[in-house]
């Protein structure tokens, strides 16, 4: 199982990736993938063109979103896999979900407007196929291409990470709703790129534990945001909880991520890949 090139999370122009669906279907197929996850955040409006092209190509398709959560004082992100699209509860939920984002668009344009980078919101928005998921990668790629930046990562780091000019508090869903949301739409729940979040040991293991708890499936183990040290880590938490692995480029674009689809590093071979539940 683990011999599949599975990458099971990445986006499209339908949230804050720089590809049209059909094109990351493409570019993965072009990489070697057997098996993707479309994983839009907060949104399923791109999956009808990427199964599509998916379907035409041969490509095994996994239909999935990324729900983003508040968890302890910050945001992380939980992936459903194998989530029905016209689940009527999912629907709402991210439409709930969704609502927020203008209103954080516009606080972020005037803290960066109160530094001096005038525009933000305009600018961003050139970035953005869907105007209701605005978000910090719009503004990112707007101040890299207004030269406060040389990359995405950058603008990250100085601006719009907690305790910069340009971060604003948001309230997400709640880690019972985005688990229950994915789970009653019949698809499994997965922790994404856990390695970027800033929590404790303690904390840690709260989140997994409470996961768990809620009906948690997996883990992204091997992903792009996961530098050698932290897959095995991740390891080792899949292994004390009980839960199964995932593996996953998080793409965004040529030019935003780390790393390519389908080239994430493999998974280790004793722990059970999430999809095996799925294909």
Request: aromatic share 6%; hydrophobic share 45%.
């Amino acid at each position: 199982m683990n011999a599949v090139n599975a990458d099971l999370h990445c986006h499209s122009t339908a949230s804050d990736g720089t590809l049209a669906p059909a094109e990351v279907v493409r570019r993965a197929h072009a990489n070697g993938v057997d098996l993707l996850a479309l994983t839009d955040h907060d949104e399923l409006l791109g999956l009808p063109e990427a199964a599509a092209t998916a379907a035409e190509l041969g490509l095994r398709f996994v239909p999935g979103v990324e729900v983003s959560v508040s968890w302890l004082d910050q945001t992380v992100h939980i992936v459903g896999l194998g989530v029905d699209p016209s689940n009527a509860a999912l629907i709402a939920g991210l439409d709930q979900v969704r609502s927020g984002r203008d209103g954080r668009a516009a606080k972020i344009a005037a803290e960066l407007d109160r530094i001096g980078i005038h525009g933000a919101l305009e600018g961003a928005l050139r970035y953005v196929g869907n105007p209701a998921l605005i978000s910090r990668a719009h503004f990112a790629r707007f101040l890299v291409e207004a030269g406060c930046a040389k990359n995405v990562h950058d603008v990250f780091l100085h601006y719009l990470a907690r305790g910069k000019p340009g971060y604003v508090e948001h309230v997400w869903a709640t880690l019972e709703d985005a688990v229950g949301w994915i789970k009653g739409a019949g698809g499994l729940a997965v922790i994404a790129h856990p390695g970027r979040y800033r929590l404790s040991h303690v904390e840690m293991d709260i989140l997994f534990d409470k996961f768990r708890e809620l009906g948690g499936d997996a883990v992204e183990v091997a992903c792009g945001a996961h530098d050698g040290g932290q897959v095995l880590a991740f390891a080792r938490m899949a292994r004390k909880f009980g839960l199964m692995a995932s593996r996953a480029s998080d793409f965004h674009g040529p030019e935003d991520s780390p790393i390519d689809l389908g080239r994430a590093p493999p998974l280790p071979p004793d722990l059970t890949p999430v999809w095996s539940r799925l294909i």
